[in-house]
């Protein structure tokens, strides 16, 4: 029985064994299986992981095994990993110093790493391919490159944190594209690792971007437009070297989620956009150090959520809001210094029109305090009441506040020769002192409203008035009222002698001083200007109210010829502080050879406010060139040698500037009005030209704020520049060499006509002779290569120059840029590659060119003419007529009137003066000529016809 049951548990035992070895065999399969997959790290991810360690200073601090190879398997402190791959790594603030392998890519499952504040050095890793990553942190280490490859195919990234690492220090590197296809990043903070350029526009439309930090780097330039509306919560930009960031802060309004925004330390402008109550969300804002104006909008202090307002260091104006919470504002120029008090009603009114003209810095820095009888810039009182606004050439742009009509005290507001739009405030008619109102030469838009019979309105030079008397000054009666008394001052509405009743007919002064031996010229001079006039249609435009024509011999001042045209709103010296004669007369002048003034440096001061920064419109190798004004409106540009460099050099270029321009004269010449020679002062004094250096129009036109130029605009500067240059090298009496001619020596007036400046290294070409041979002196970039070689200079070498400016306006390029890349850099060979073929010339032109068919064809044009004036040999480039015969047809050209439009008035040129203005007067049906004088302190013409010509030519060429 026993045996029986022993045999049958032997038979179970061994059917278990039978029935169980496949289970037995799986388990261990699984077993085995899963230790394969947890234990055997993939070997090439440990190798990098291996790489790491040995480029490590102190790998001890990781605390990794130093026999395992399974970083997976054993879990490594520092590392995680998905199945047997790397996922993360996780070092930070651990005092890691060393390198990183530069191939950590290869971890290609990485996911999220964290390297931040250690000390690592050298260069980044190449990221590029790592198609799972999603959170990137390096800020707090030393690394000095960053790979151009860096952001390639990051199309999962989330964070990057890169912050204070100097990377690319010497050169500076910038956001890449590449990071626009990273459209999951939510948090991107770059602070303090050299970035330098512009923000780019991708980031703008990265709609999951939540935090933008690239505050402490060199950006510029303007926030792009393309931000507004993005999802932005925290937008840091502070504390910028250099420039920093400029232009409006209006597109910050439209970012409704903002919650921190610190823009402080930059140079942003213009006034906070009064939408920025659309901003709810908003806790702190910080505004401080920056070039801001304008009142604070009371829709900003009244947001819910704002904890931390700060606007320390501006230029604030109106009253200080009363708040509550953290709020610092000193240094801005409020107009009471405790919150909550109200201006007074005259500075309310003053600042209201401030903001019709966009708050102009010059103002705003002036117009300070609760008074404006101060000192405010502009502004002029009596008994204590504003009585005369005089804000003439101040480039003012916006529109005229009505709030001018609530200073009852104003007798004077002249805002000629501006860029206002808009039309006439109505309101401004019940200003019962009002007797003169000078809105000529802006962009005004018809009617004027309806003045009474005692003031005199000046529109003239607006374009959106069909037509105007024969005055330009429409006035309440119909007829032009005469204003009280004489004046020769652009701002005053008129220049000139003009008596008479409040009825009688306004007059217009033409005083002619004739040198001695020149008055068949002069005969034949007026005779031109009044030979032709319209037969159906009359017109008023203003003509210039003082032209010099200097006589052969330039120390012959007795023999000028000088024409002073009555009623006339446009620049002129005549009556300005260079003058100390009266009538117009020279005879109390200080004259230096050629006619020029010697003007105290008092006056100087005056005019740019004791040399002011906020007037220094340039500065160079000589000093610094401050913008200036003459109590009359006359807008000056004062050169001043700073005292560090008067050395001889800077002496010689001082006397060489003075004895150039004082024996030429010509239209696209910047004229020199006077200097000054008092102590260690040597100041020249010049004619404003208020559109600046070209050079700022081609390259810094973003971020000075400017429109780029048009290439009809392009071709007028060139063609202007060239016959500036032809008048030079062969048409004044003896031929010049400008030896600097370049872009930012260039100069344009405010119709973008340009003339030539900067006559401190011109040569006189001895003995009729065009060569010379001196010291090297230019520019780089701009210097012809056989006077670079050999210090022998032609007229071929300005030629050269202006070959290069040529290109210049094509290309919106700088002559020489080091930043450019070196196949690029020097733009003369480069341009002269890509001009080879039409594909290659099309992609060298300016992007901000809007180029037609037509233009481009004048392009090419150019292009050829360009290459032709940097030719090797200087006998193969052109003689600047050739240029200005190239370019003249390019420019629009004149068409005659229709016959049945224009008729000739008959006059016999051979007859005297006298004769045929009488001739003249009575074609048109004027009064005699009997009051007609050729003395040039008295005298009068009547109202000049409708043809009269709209310009002068003088015998030399202006």
């Known amino acids: 029985m026993k045996k029986k049951k022993k045999q049958k548990g032997l038979i179970n035992s061994a059917a278990m064994r039978t029935w169980t070895s496949p289970l037995l065999l799986l388990f261990c399969a699984i077993l085995c299986f899963n230790s394969a997959v947890l234990g055997d790290t993939d070997p090439n991810d440990m190798a990098i992981l291996d790489e790491f360690r040995k480029g490590l200073d102190n790998p001890e601090l990781l605390k990794w095994p130093a026999n395992s190879t399974d970083p997976c398997g054993e879990k490594w402190e520092h590392v995680f990993c998905d199945g047997s791959r790397v996922s993360q790594i996780q070092v930070a603030n651990l005092g890691l110093s060393g390198s990183l392998p530069q191939d950590l890519n290869k971890l290609e499952m990485l996911s999220n790493v964290g390297f931040q504040r250690n000390n690592f ?294 805002l000629n020769g501006n860029n206002l739009t808009g039309t006439i405030p109505q309101n401004l008619t019940s200003l019962k002192s009002l007797q003169m109102l000078n809105l000529s030469s802006n962009n005004l838009s018809p009617p004027v409203p309806k003045f009474g019979n005692g003031v005199t309105v000046l529109v003239d030079g607006n374009p959106l008035f069909k037509s105007s008397n024969s005055s330009g000054s429409p006035s309440g009666n119909g007829s032009p009222p005469a204003p009280g008394g004489s004046s020769s001052s652009p701002s005053g509405g008129g220049s000139g002698s003009t008596t008479g009743s409040k009825n009688s007919k306004k007059v217009n002064v033409l005083i002619i001083a004739v040198p001695i031996g020149v008055g068949v010229s002069v005969v034949g001079l007026v005779s031109l200007l009044l030979f032709c006039r319209r037969k159906r249609k009359k017109s008023a435009f203003t003509v210039p109210n003082s032209i010099v024509i200097h006589p052969r011999d330039p ?122 020679v008092e102590g260690n002062e040597r100041l020249l004094v010049y004619e404003y030209m208020p559109q600046g250096a070209l050079s700022q129009h081609l390259f810094q036109w973003k971020q000075h704020n400017l429109e780029p130029l048009s290439w009809k605009k392009r071709l007028n500067i060139a063609l202007d520049v060239a016959r500036g240059m032809e008048y030079l090298h062969s048409l004044a009496h003896q031929c010049f060499i400008h030896r600097d001619l370049k872009s930012s020596n260039i100069l344009l007036s405010d119709d973008y006509r340009a003339k030539v400046a900067d006559f401190g290294l011109v040569k006189l070409a001895p003995d009729g002779k065009n060569s010379v041979a001196t010291r090297l002196a230019g520019t780089f970039g701009y210097l012809a290569p056989e006077y670079a070689v050999t210090g022998k200079i032609t007229t071929k070498a300005d030629v050269f120059s202006f070959g290069v400016v040529l290109m210049e306006l094509v290309t919106g390029l700088a002559a020489l840029d080091e930043g450019r890349p070196e196949e690029s850099r020097y733009l003369a060979s480069w341009f002269c590659y890509m001009k080879t073929t039409k594909e290659k010339l099309k992609d060298a032109v300016d992007p901000s060119l809007d180029v037609t068919d037509e233009a481009f064809e004048s392009i090419s044009i150019i292009a050829e003419l360009a290459g032709h004036c940097v030719a090797r040999e200087p006998h193969q480039r052109p003689d600047m007529g050739y240029a200005v015969n190239v370019l003249a047809p390019l420019v629009d050209k004149w068409r005659p009137m229709k016959d049945d439009q224009e008729e000739c008035l008959g006059i016999d040129l051979r007859q005297p003066l006298l004769q045929m203005v009488k001739g003249w007067q009575a074609a048109d049906g004027t009064t005699d000529a009997s009051s007609v004088s050729l003395d040039d302190s008295k005298g009068s013409i009547p109202a000049r016809p409708a043809g009269f010509a709209e310009s002068f030519t003088s015998a030399d060429g202006r």
Not at 276 to 299: D, K
């Open 121 to 414: 050095v050298g260069k980044l890793p190449s990221f590029s391919g790592l198609s799972n990553l999603q959170y990137a942190y390096f800020s707090g280490n030393q690394f000095d490159t960053i790979p151009s490859d860096f952001f390639v195919g990051l199309t999962n990234l989330q964070v990057m944190s890169l912050d204070e690492n100097p990377l690319n220090q010497s050169t500076g590197w910038r956001v890449p594209q590449e990071l626009a296809n990273s459209v999951q990043l939510m948090n991107l903070t770059l602070m303090n690792c050299s970035l330098v350029g512009r923000l780019p526009d991708f980031l703008g439309t990265l709609s999951n971007l939540k935090v933008l930090e690239l505050s402490y780097n060199s950006l510029s330039g303007e926030i792009p437009a393309n931000f507004a509306g993005s999802n932005l919560q925290i937008l840091w930009l502070n504390n910028q070297n250099g420039p920093g960031f400029s232009g409006s802060i209006n597109v910050i309004a439209s970012m409704t989620m903002l919650t921190d925004v610190w823009l402080h330390g930059n140079g942003f402008t213009g006034p906070i956009p009064t939408e920025i109550g659309a901003c709810t969300s908003l806790q702190q804002l910080s505004l401080n150090g920056n070039q801001l104006v304008g009142l604070i909008p009371a829709n900003l202090t009244s947001l819910p959520e704002l904890g931390s307002l700060k606007l320390d260091n501006n230029f604030f104006m109106g009253p200080i809001p009363n708040v509550k919470f953290n709020f610092s504002y000193s240094q801005n120029l409020f107009c009471q210094s405790t919150p909550g008090l109200p201006c007074s009603p005259e500075v309310t009114a003053l600042l209201e029109f401030l903001e019709g003209v966009n708050y102009p810095l010059n103002l705003a820095k002036s117009w300070s305090g609760n008074d404006p009888c101060s000192g405010w810039l502009g502004i002029s009182c009596s008994a204590n009441k504003v009585s005369d606004i005089h804000l003439a050439n101040f480039q003012l742009d916006g529109t005229i506040s009505p709030s001018l009509g609530e200073l009852d005290s104003l007798t004077n507001i002249r």
């Open 555 to 676: 120390s012959d001042v007795d023999n000028m010829v000088k024409i002073v045209v009555a009623n006339n709103a446009s620049n002129s010296i005549a009556g300005s502080d260079l003058q100390s004669g009266e009538d117009g007369g020279v005879s109390k002048l200080n004259v230096f050879e050629g006619g020029n003034f010697v003007i105290s440096v008092q006056v100087l001061r005056n005019a740019t406010r004791n040399f002011a920064p906020e007037n220094v419109v340039g500065k160079g190798g000589f000093g610094v060139v401050y913008k200036g004004e003459l109590h009359d409106g006359t807008m000056i540009a004062v050169k001043r040698m700073e005292a560090a460099v008067l050395s001889n050099k800077a002496l010689d270029e001082f006397q060489a500037e003075i004895a150039v321009l004082t024996k030429v004269r010509h239209r696209n010449l910047v004229s020199i009005l006077g200097y000054c």
